[in-house]
């Protein structure tokens, strides 16, 4: 796919990066990675020069950056959204450069004041003029036996009041650990999605009495499992964004930015 992405919330913590570094980069063609950020370094993996830093308020040198590309991704910072979001603001009409907006949200119900930064998110961008097809929610870290429609009732609720983004049920990556597993055998996920050693039937093939051994192959085996059924998903997650099914939001109502998150619940 080729476009140009931005991944944004007021809040930290919610999977903004690994969004645009797992989800985004991997499935778009030629992507160009911007970092707008001041205190996080980490990069996108993968992503190795074309990845550019920037700060929030340096609008002139992205919007000029991203006149140069057809498929780009945003990676905005918590550090640098309130200055990203006036520099938007200080220069009208330039949120049209971005295709669409992406919200990662943790699909947790106790995160109460998670959810009302998401919808700062979302009315802010609403005010900013974005229409509510080109704001997508991800919703991350859903524990493996929670329902979605549970954790997340207050983002539902909400969004049948005022359908100022687009929602869609199978835009979910649960919690994993595939990532600790990944540290465990020091690989990365690019160079363990392209590891196609056969480990269960290595297993079986390795005597007993090498234990150390059997016990390193049992981990890159698992690892591996973790990484593809995580791949997979992600897979999944992509088309219900970005797919011909894709849904479409409603005409929007005006939403407040001050809320009381109990009248969702």
């Not at 791949?231 to 099914?245: I, M």
Request: proline residues 3%.
């Amino acid at each position: 796919m080729k476009s140009i992405l931005a991944t944004i919330s007021y809040t930290g913590k919610v999977g903004k990066s690994a969004t645009a570094n797992n989800l985004l980069f991997p499935r778009m063609e030629n992507a160009t990675v911007f970092r707008i950020e001041t205190i996080n370094e980490s990069g996108i993996s993968g992503a190795g020069e074309e990845e550019q830093k920037m700060k929030g308020r340096e609008i002139e040198k992205l919007l000029k950056a991203l006149s140069k590309t057809e498929s780009a991704i945003v990676d905005i910072g918590t550090s640098n959204v309130e200055s990203f979001v006036m520099a938007l603001t200080q220069q009208p009409e330039s949120h049209r450069i971005f295709d669409y907006f992406i919200v990662p949200v943790e699909a947790n119900a106790a995160k109460v004041n998670e959810f009302k930064e998401a919808v700062k998110t979302f009315t802010m961008l609403q005010k900013l003029g974005v229409e509510p097809e080109r704001i997508k929610v991800v919703f991350n870290k859903l524990a493996p036996d929670a329902e979605i429609e549970e954790e997340m009732t207050r983002i539902f609720n909400y969004h049948k009041e005022f359908p100022i983004f687009t929602l869609n049920r199978k835009a979910v990556i649960h919690d994993t650990q595939a990532f600790k597993a990944l540290a465990d055998v020091k690989k990365t996920y690019e160079d363990m999605l392209a590891d196609d050693t056969d480990y269960w039937k290595k297993l079986k093939e390795t005597p007993l009495t090498e234990e150390v051994k059997r016990t390193n192959i049992v981990k890159m085996a698992r690892a591996q499992g973790l990484v593809k059924g995580l791949n997979a998903e992600l897979d999944g997650v992509f088309h219900s964004l970005f797919g011909k099914s894709a849904g479409k939001a409603a005409k929007a109502a005006e939403a407040a930015v001050e809320i009381d998150a109990s009248k969702f619940d």
